[in-house]
């Protein structure tokens, strides 16, 4: 599975960004796909994750502000930014596991993508 990460970009606070993953292969639609970021300094941290089932899980941090789905025919998932943050500031990435659950590991997570720069300027 190659998973390609785009959308980011410049933003000011209280803008939107959404984030595409496009992945390759036939197996997506059996995947939990995630949403993880890092920015500088810092670990890298879960986001959100949304399972096979279209079941979603998010972070605390972005709960209400973020929304993660997946289009299965187009073998992509979204994350819809809305309310940014200059703490949102990092590099996102997505990835995706064969595991079907929360998704908020990202040590069981067997594929990623290059990540994509989100900035948020106050």
Do not use: H
Not at 65 to 85: E, G, P
């Amino acid at each position: 599975v190659q998973l390609q990460a785009f959308g980011g970009g410049l933003v000011q606070a209280g803008g939107s960004l959404r984030l595409s993953c496009a992945a390759s292969g036939r197996t997506f639609s059996s995947r939990t796909m995630g949403w993880f970021r890092q920015a500088p300094g810092k670990e890298r941290e879960f986001v959100a994750a949304i399972r096979r089932s279209g079941g979603t899980y998010y972070a605390d941090s972005v709960k209400g502000r973020f929304t993660i789905s997946r289009d299965n025919a187009k073998n992509t998932v979204y994350l819809q930014m809305n309310s940014l943050k200059p703490e949102d500031t990092a590099v996102y990435y997505c990835a995706a596991t064969r595991i079907n659950y929360s998704g908020d590991t990202d040590t069981d997570y067997e594929y990623w993508g290059q990540g994509t720069q989100v900035t948020v300027s106050s």
